[in-house]
């Protein structure tokens, strides 16, 4: 039906569309942030629209076009110069057709951008239109800001429309995604997200709803072609669709798996390396302890050169422990045995371990331990490791004929240990990375002793798990070096405990074999415990052990763990499943010293692990231990 000739005379006459008063309609027609209005369209005698009267309008109305008080006006009357005929147009058309009208334009009187849709409502003869718009103004700003972002190709950008449907991509997602523009629009996150990372997704689609934006996050994305690339992802909603951006970051998260691979091939390398030299250390450490029974008391001399050789291969162990540390520092894993150890001792043991290398470049050493009862919590072994280090950089990087001085004081809560010297010094601009692993200062690099950088790191990593500080001080290069470490004090040690852990209890003579393809270390330590007065029998792998259990019947098995024909895991199994392999208790006695080693050597069924080379006090110690339990 074609709508009456209605000349504007006539409008007030004209039946006006509203929702019944105080109605469920009307409560809706008001509180919509859309706005909202009813045109009655005046058309002349041919059938053109000619004006359109306003019968009613929402608050949100004005909001959204700026218009103010337009119910019982004219579209004539208002501020529309230049858009009248377009707008009389296309609500003349939707009132003359009935075909409802959903487009996005600009008026340029009023400098906005309408989204709008417009539809006929009631008797076709009283051509009403219901126009419903929102002011996209904003959003149109931002889209013709990204248009130059849609032929960027180094950084990826999606347009999310409802449900989360890609409704645009640029250049640059189509090259990493591998979908031609035309075959992405209309995909869902999940058929472009693998399903393992399907959680972190649904949270930045929650955090961009509830926030408008989101933080940058990591996923894998699906190209086309069924493989997988990693991108950096940061979303932000803008009116009613969400931009997301993103960079192709696969290569840099191939280049992180490949150092951390070779991290963990590091990690490996050093406890290998570790455990080949705790090996040949073992047949020295038990060839020294039998020479040491041996001799007699008087011998005064002999028995000064076994202390000695000793103590520097405790000092060659600590050094083998310092290759395996320069992988626990990175993972976090440096054990600290905790008591309360007089650091008078320690300072002793240090200067004790270090004075060959001082002597040797004909230093002078002075020790001021004026502090006599600096006392603190950690462990006396990592804090040997500290100072000794300490002191061997001094007489390392001091030319020889130098003076060095340790100092060991105390300023209120703190025990202050400095070791000054008169060497090379530490240019002001390198003092601030002198700690970090692996770092040389320049001058130090060409020094013919010059070390591997691991030194400094190592101490102020332990010392910081001993809750203390370490700091450095130089006037610059040639000027010497002053290192002052800080260390929180502790109440005195009971004398009695340290009485009883010096003196441990003899085990009694038991029945003991000893599994170890090195034949040296196995004869070598089967002729201490003999010399202790045990029953001993040896293997040289682990096949043969399993047959000396049960033909030798021992009480203790100590087992190397990397032996031929058969290992030491699979022979503790072996014996665990023996009719009497329960009763027989079995020790691990390796060079292998990690937590992941000992985990293996506990679910085999060993009782104890023990680390090469062993002393002879940790040896009683473990027997005394398995006999009593």
Not at 439 to 460: N, T
Request: aromatic share 6%.
């Amino acid at each position: 039906m074609k709508p009456s000739t209605i000349h504007r005379g006539a409008v007030a006459q004209a039946p006006a569309a509203r929702c019944p008063p105080g109605s469920e309609y009307q409560a809706l027609f008001d509180a919509t942030d859309e706005g909202f209005c009813i045109l009655q369209m005046l058309f002349d005698a041919a059938g053109v629209p000619v004006d359109g009267f306003f019968l009613q309008a929402n608050p949100s109305f004005e909001r959204q076009s700026g218009l103010r008080g337009v119910i019982g006006r004219h579209m004539s009357e208002l501020p529309m110069a230049g858009d009248e005929e377009h707008w009389l147009r296309v609500f003349g058309g939707v009132a003359r057709t009935g075909h409802a009208v959903h487009m996005s334009d600009r008026s340029e009187p009023l400098g906005r951008w309408f989204d709008v849709h417009a539809f006929r409502i009631g008797d076709p003869a009283q051509a009403l239109v219901a126009v419903r718009f929102s002011d996209i103004t904003h959003r149109r700003r931002v889209e013709e800001r990204l248009g130059s972002v849609r032929r960027i190709r180094t950084v990826g950008v999606l347009f999310w429309g409802e449900d989360f449907r890609l409704v645009d991509v640029n250049d640059g997602f189509v090259e990493m995604s591998g979908y031609p523009r035309e075959e992405a629009i209309g995909l869902r996150w999940q058929q472009l997200t693998p399903p393992e990372f399907h959680s972190v997704s649904r949270d930045a689609v929650q955090q961009v709803l509830q926030l408008g934006e989101t933080t940058p996050y990591e996923k894998q994305y699906i190209r086309k072609d069924g493989t997988r690339w990693w991108g950096l992802f940061a979303a932000r909603r803008i009116g009613d669709e969400v931009v997301e951006f993103v960079l192709d970051v696969t290569d840099r998260k191939r280049a992180e798996e490949a150092l951390r691979q070779a991290d963990r091939h590091k990690d490996q390398f050093l406890a290998t390396l570790a455990h080949e030299l705790r090996n040949p250390l073992a047949p020295i450490r038990n060839g020294l302890q039998i020479l040491r029974l041996s001799l007699p008391r008087e011998a005064e001399a002999p028995l000064r050169t076994i202390a000695m050789m000793n103590r520097q291969l405790d000092h060659l162990v600590r050094l083998v422990d310092d290759l395996l540390d320069v992988a626990r520092i990175g993972a976090g894993k440096v054990r600290i045995e905790r008591e309360v150890v007089s650091l008078r001792e320690v300072l002793a043991r240090s200067v004790e371990a270090t004075q060959a290398a001082i002597d040797a470049r004909r230093h002078r050493l002075d020790v001021d331990l004026r502090c006599d009862d600096c006392n603190v919590e950690g462990d006396s072994d990592r804090l040997a490791q500290v100072f000794s280090n300490l002191l061997s950089n001094a007489a390392k990087y001091t030319p020889p004929g130098g003076r060095i001085r340790l100092e060991l004081s105390a300023e209120g809560e703190e025990a202050v240990v400095s070791v000054s010297d008169t060497g090379m010094g530490i240019p002001k601009e390198q003092q601030e990375r002198i700690f970090e692993l692996f770092s040389q200062v320049g001058d130090h690099e060409r020094h013919a002793e010059g070390g591997l950088g691991i030194g400094l790191s190592l101490v102020q990593s332990l010392v910081r798990l001993h809750g203390g500080s370490v700091q450095v001080e130089s006037e610059g290069a040639g000027k010497g070096c002053r290192f002052t470490v800080r260390l929180p004090r502790a109440a005195a040690p009971l004398q009695d405990a340290r009485a009883d852990a010096e003196a441990p209890v003899p085990a009694r003579p038991c029945r003991i074999l000893i599994a170890d393809d090195n034949a040296d270390a196995a004869d070598s330590l089967a002729m201490l415990l003999e010399a202790e007065g045990h029953a001993v029998a040896t293997a040289l792998d682990g096949a043969q052990a399993v047959e000396r259990v049960q033909e030798f019947q021992p009480d203790v098995a100590f087992l190397d763990l990397g032996m031929p024909v058969m290992g030491g895991l699979e022979a503790a199994r072996r014996i665990r499943g023996l009719p009497a392999g329960g009763r027989v208790r079995l020790v691990a006695l390796t060079g292998w010293s990690q937590a992941s080693d000992r985990e293996r050597t506990r679910a085999a069924g060993f009782d104890l692990h023990l680390v090469k080379p062993l002393t002879a006090r940790a040896l009683q110690e473990a027997l005394v231990q398995l006999r009593a339990s």
